[in-house]
């Protein structure tokens, strides 16, 4: 069984007519809860202000703790401040941190929101406040570090390192995870995103493909399939965060390409393929996606989730075997 994180019941209050269509998290959440994929839905914990120190400047964690930010920050980030705001930021970062740690133990685990990846160090924007994947790739070292100083045998302490791999397929570059794990050599940043869609001022990640607008199935998976061969060649990865964005669909209103339901479903076994040939685990993110149809948008996402339980499922035993559980 594995684990979905949801965090929907922390409403941030919307002004009437906000474009942020945050209905969808509660659907899927009901639409996961009446599956028959075998998966645990559990309300994460909130993200510790030390947790995400990892990944933040403590001013700007202390300025959105406090509401110590300006109209225009709170423009750029697309949300009016709340505290309301505050406690669904935290929760959601927590989610992907709890999904990471789930993920170790049963092959695969998945946050219904999060993919947060245009927060920076010390500022947010679109839509996203804190960056849950520079802070879980952190949370994740961290723990590992803890347990080999402690001499503790868990499915984080393993001989073979805590390298991070992050697949970022949204169609917005993740340009604050980018910035934010610059230099990091045991992090990396992997982003196939719109080459004319937000952010227009790019960030530099390990690894860009930038596609125009109006990209379709096959070109799309043929730049995928390459690109994963060149990480293969540059990066040995002890984790996946894959940011399953579906804001990729053709379907999207701010998307501009033109996958189909069946690109995305070629595109998940893509890098649920490659994954396994390496047996390793992946903790995912829901990430994007702005269909004028919700209950499209949701059974595509629902989609991706079972893909995840399967792949949990039938990877699990060779995951704990390379562990040394």
């Known amino acids: 069984m594995i684990e979905a994180f949801y965090t929907d019941e922390f409403v941030l209050p919307l002004p009437q007519g906000h474009r942020f269509p945050m209905e969808k998290y509660r659907i899927l959440r009901d639409k996961v809860d009446l599956s028959d994929c075998f998966i645990k839905l559990s309300v994460p914990y909130a993200a510790t202000l030390g947790q995400l120190a990892l990944a933040h400047c403590p001013h700007y964690i202390e300025r959105i703790e406090t509401g110590n930010v300006s109209r225009d920050e709170q ?3 697309g949300f009016p401040w709340s505290e309301r705001m505050v406690e669904r930021s935290r929760r959601s970062v927590g989610a992907t941190v709890s999904a990471v740690r789930s993920a170790l133990q049963h092959g695969a685990s998945v946050n219904l929101a999060g993919g947060t990846h245009h927060a920076k160090r ?15 790739a952190r949370v994740y070292q961290t723990d590992s ?7 503790q045998i868990t499915p984080n302490n393993h001989s073979r390192g805590c390298n991070v791999l992050v697949i970022d397929l949204d169609v917005h570059q993740g340009d604050g995870t980018a910035e934010i794990l610059e230099n990091d ?6 982003s196939m995103h719109g080459e004319k869609n937000y952010p227009f001022q790019k960030e530099q990640s390990d690894l860009d493909i930038e596609l125009p607008d109006g ?22 990865p002890n984790l996946i965060l894959y940011v399953a964005g579906l804001d990729v669909h053709q379907a999207d209103r701010l998307g501009k390409l033109s996958l189909s339901d069946q690109g995305v479903l070629l595109r998940d076994q ?18 994007g996606g702005y269909f004028p149809d919700l209950d499209h948008l949701t059974d595509l996402q629902l989609g991706v989730i079972k893909r995840l339980a399967d792949y949990g499922k039938y990877h699990q035993e060779t995951i ?6």
């Open 75 to 77: 423009r750029d980030i």
């Open 122 to 136: 010390n500022k947010g924007g679109g839509f996203c406040v804190f960056n849950d994947l520079a802070v879980a």
């Open 145 to 151: 570090i803890a347990r080999v100083n402690t001499n």
């Open 185 to 190: 050599d045991s992090v990396f940043t992997f």
């Open 215 to 236: 990209t379709g199935d096959d070109e799309y998976l043929e730049h995928l399939e390459r690109a994963l061969y060149q990480i293969n060649q540059r990066f040995t």
């Open 270 to 287: 893509l890098v649920l393929q490659w994954a396994h040939k390496r047996q390793l685990p992946v903790a995912a993110v829901m990430a």
């Open 320 to 325: 704990k075997t390379t562990l040394n559980w």
